[in-house]
């Protein structure tokens, strides 16, 4: 069964930091864009970060360059989102997914239109 697989959530003061992870099955990075999104209360889906599969160059959205990063450990098949200086707009449900490409992954589409997606951890930043 193809699935993926996120966890590492939890509740933080702002200016602390979380690592989140996605583990994969039933299939491999390699051949896939991989990213991250998240979904607040009363918000729209926002793209947060993705890693090219062709070339592994990544992307950031505006609101989390230089505070979130993004890495994955292909001999695990898993994907890391390290989030430091976190603030209380950070909080979200954060999901991990994988496409053929970043721009289907952070576009904030309906997930039931990306390849793969998983049911996402809480992050929850208080002040």
């Known amino acids: 069964e193809v699935q993926l697989q996120a966890f590492g959530g939890g509740l933080v003061q702002a200016g602390g930091s979380l690592r989140l992870s996605c583990a994969a099955s039933?299939?491999?990075?390699?051949?896939?864009?991989i990213g991250w999104f998240r979904q607040a209360p009363g918000k729209e889906r926002e793209g947060v970060s993705c890693?090219?599969?062709?070339?592994?160059?990544?992307w950031y959205a505006d609101s989390v360059k230089g505070r979130f990063t993004i890495s994955v450990n292909n001999a695990k098949n898993t994907m890391y989102l390290q989030m430091n200086s976190l603030k209380p707009e950070d909080t979200a449900v954060y999901h991990c997914?994988?496409?053929?490409?970043?721009?289907?992954?952070?576009?904030?589409?309906?997930?039931?239109?990306?390849?793969?997606w998983g049911q996402g951890t809480q992050v929850t930043v208080s002040s």
């Open positions: 997914a994988a496409d053929l490409a970043c721009p289907a992954i952070v576009a904030g589409l309906d997930p039931d239109y990306l390849e793969v």
């Open positions: 039933g299939f491999t990075f390699v051949d896939y864009a």
């Open positions: 890693i090219s599969s062709t070339d592994g160059s990544t």
